[in-house]
């Protein structure tokens, strides 16, 4: 079993940045994909990074250019830089792991960007 908590949401004005962390604990060695969601006051869930094991990230083309995926293997997180961060990226943040077999949540945590 794998817990994830998220960290690093807050209010930021437009333009600002955020860095958000999610750290794995249980059997976390088995991670080999790690994603970030957000679900947005439309109540809409968007993928918005993706990291594999080997390092190959994709986004959404609404955050390319402005957020970064990044994994620490050996601290089993993964970050979300968020960098010119816009009224539209306001929402609520979750990560999600996957081992193959299994995929688990964090409950999440909010970004707020403000005009």
């Known amino acids: 079993q794998v817990q994830l908590v998220e960290s690093g949401g807050g209010l930021v004005q437009a333009g600002g940045s955020l860095r958000l962390s999610c750290v794995a604990s249980g059997s976390a060695s088995r991670i080999n994909v790690w994603r970030w969601f957000r679900q947005t006051l439309s109540n809409e869930r968007e993928l918005v990074a993706t990291?594999?094991?080997?390092?190959?990230?994709d986004y959404a083309s609404s955050v390319k250019g402005r957020f970064t995926i990044s994994r620490d293997n050996a601290k089993d997180t993964v970050f979300l830089q968020m960098n010119a961060l816009k009224p539209e990226d306001t929402g609520v943040y979750s990560c999600?792991?996957?081992?193959?077999?299994?995929?688990?949540w964090g409950h999440g945590t909010r970004v707020t960007v403000s005009s």
């Open positions: 999600k792991s996957e081992d193959g077999i299994f995929h688990h």
């Open positions: 990291i594999s094991s080997s390092g190959i990230t």
